[in-house]
């Protein structure tokens, strides 16, 4: 759970968390804003925080201490999930668990806006009407486009971008509109 969930589920404000826990209130401010780490923060920090919000401290920063992986490793751990649980239970148990949301938070937009990007293509694929919960994530593009290694490699190999634009074409329109190149979500081993 996040500070900022925390906060709106025991419907205070960060002042009065502030005033509860005796924690200066620039201190949460940098915490909730994302300036400050939560898991950087001091112990005595991070238990005032969490009996404030009738948390465990584990509780408090579990969701920050998540080790990335690569991205490559990362979209094949989701297509593979997708081919484990089909599409249906996929859509459900993403929407479900806040992945996405979770992951924008940690700012890791690129897993944020992959899984989102899955999660619409599964939807317009089986004729679902798109959840509006990420309507405001959906306006958002990555600065750079990602390439998947293997295209990075033939672009490199050949010496000639033309492969990477002709990918770039082909990529499926949920991912493309992220500037996330993905062309097979399906053909998984």
Sequence with gaps: MTINTLIQANKISKY???SISNIPYTTISDICS?????EKSSAETVYKLAK?????MEDLVKDRIVKRTSFELYKSSICHEVKEKGDIRF???VIE????????????HPEALYLLAMVDYLSRINE???CSEFNELRGYKLEETI??????AISLASNNDE???KSYEQAIPEFRRFNIVENEVRNVC
């Design 34 to 38: 994302g300036k400050t780490k939560i």
């Design 97 to 108: 668990s806040g992945n996405i949301y979770k992951y924008w938070e940690m700012n890791w």
């Design 163 to 165: 492969f990477r634009k």
């Design 147 to 152: 390439y998947p290694s293997s295209i990075i």
């Design 52 to 56: 404030a919000l009738n948390v465990s």
């Design 16 to 18: 009065k968390l502030s």
């Design 91 to 93: 859509l459900i148990d």
């Design 128 to 130: 679902i009407p798109l």
